[in-house]
């Protein structure tokens, strides 16, 4: 069973990779998926919300501070040394690499942390089409990891799998100190 995942994962990725290849994904799945075109608009949109947006707009920038480092360093010191899973361009002579990354593959660190920053956003606003762009973001991320050559489908698909325990760890966490922090203005 594992071997027919492995194929199909080859597959997959050769599919989004080659078959999927064209000038304007060329030029724009770096930009998605470069963390460097978005420092500083993630960081003004954040300054914007603890500034603006009141309470809600500090609850969402605290939980997900929580979130991001709940889980991308349970990602990066334990998850990808655990699975020790090889880049398609390491182990594929042919990948189509659009940007350059480094270290193991399994799960895709982009995914778990802009899924799990779209889940937790998500939770906070409650409105949907706040909930929609979050999630499109995340999927063009996503899919732009593999479309650049840097993961397969199979590390994109555990990101998310992962990011959804991450969100739920950081929400009953973030819960319990806006329930200490009630406690303490109560009295």
Not at 122 to 133: A, C, D, E, G, L
Not at 148 to 171: R, T
């Amino acid at each position: 069973m594992l071997q027919l995942l492995s194929i199909l994962d080859i597959k997959l990725f050769s599919f989004i990779n080659h078959g999927l290849k064209n000038t304007f994904f060329d030029f724009l799945m770096p930009v998605i998926t470069t963390r460097e075109y978005w420092t500083i608009p993630i960081l003004l949109g954040f300054a914007l919300l603890i500034i603006f947006g009141k309470e809600k707009g500090r609850d969402t920038f605290f939980l997900c501070l929580i979130a991001l480092i709940i889980s991308d360093s349970v990602t990066n010191q334990i998850l990808k040394p655990l699975f020790h899973r090889l880049r398609p361009f390491e182990t594929i002579s042919d990948v189509n690499q659009l940007v350059k990354a480094w270290g193991y593959s399994m799960p895709s660190s982009h995914a778990v942390n802009i899924f799990t920053a779209a889940t937790v956003i998500s939770y906070i606003w409650r409105k949907t089409w706040v909930t929609v762009f979050m999630f499109v973001i995340a999927a063009m991320v996503a899919f732009s990891r593999v479309y650049a050559g840097v993961h397969y489908p199979g590390d994109v698909l555990a990101g998310i799998l992962f990011s959804i325990i991450f969100s739920f760890i950081a929400i009953k966490l973030f819960g319990i100190i806006k329930q200490i922090q009630k406690r303490r203005v109560q009295k």
